[in-house]
């Protein structure tokens, strides 16, 4: 399988209090012009979609429409959230975007459930694991070390 690899987006980022948005725009937009032309079996968004754990509206929006051409194309898009992301609001309506076959990282619940992919040359699985902190999953795995101590 093709896979068109982005990552760090960092949409909505400002330099020295300067908007990158156009900038932006125009790189999405070049990368959706090449995704129709190579026609990759999908599209992995490595984290770092936003800048800032809350982005700023043009920058959601931005996102939404890059997400919108792609999905019009017919690619699976995969995106888990980075460490500058919100987990939570880029998992936010993921089960919606499933039919549009975007797929998005959920938040960390101590499980890991693929997405699968088949070809002409067999399955392959897409594993969305969110950027995580020790902390995030420490407690996950405690409760299965404890579930497994058997009772007296």
């Not at 896979?3 to 949409?11: E, G, K, N, P, R």
């Not at 400002?14 to 070049?30: A, C, G, P, T, W």
């Not at 995969?78 to 998992?91: K, Q, W």
């Not at 797929?103 to 950027?131: A, M, N």
């Amino acid at each position: 399988m093709k896979f068109m690899h982005l990552s760090d987006l960092h949409l909505g980022k400002r330099v020295n209090e300067f908007s990158m948005i156009e900038d932006q725009q125009y790189i999405l937009n070049q990368i959706a012009e090449i995704a129709d032309r190579e026609k990759p079996d999908g599209v992995l968004i490595a984290g770092d979609v936003y800048d800032k754990s809350v982005p700023p509206t043009e920058a959601v929006q931005l996102f939404d429409d890059f997400l919108v051409d792609l999905a019009e194309q017919g690619l699976p898009v995969f995106i888990i959230s980075g460490n500058h992301d919100s987990a939570e609001r880029v998992a936010f309506g993921s089960r919606l975007m499933i039919s549009s076959g975007v797929y998005l990282s959920p938040v960390y619940d101590g499980s890991v459930k693929p997405v699968t992919l088949e070809d002409g040359y067999g399955k392959i699985d897409v594993y969305l694991l969110p950027f995580l902190k020790p902390a995030h999953v420490r407690r996950f795995f405690l409760m299965r070390k404890l579930a497994a101590i058997p009772m007296r």
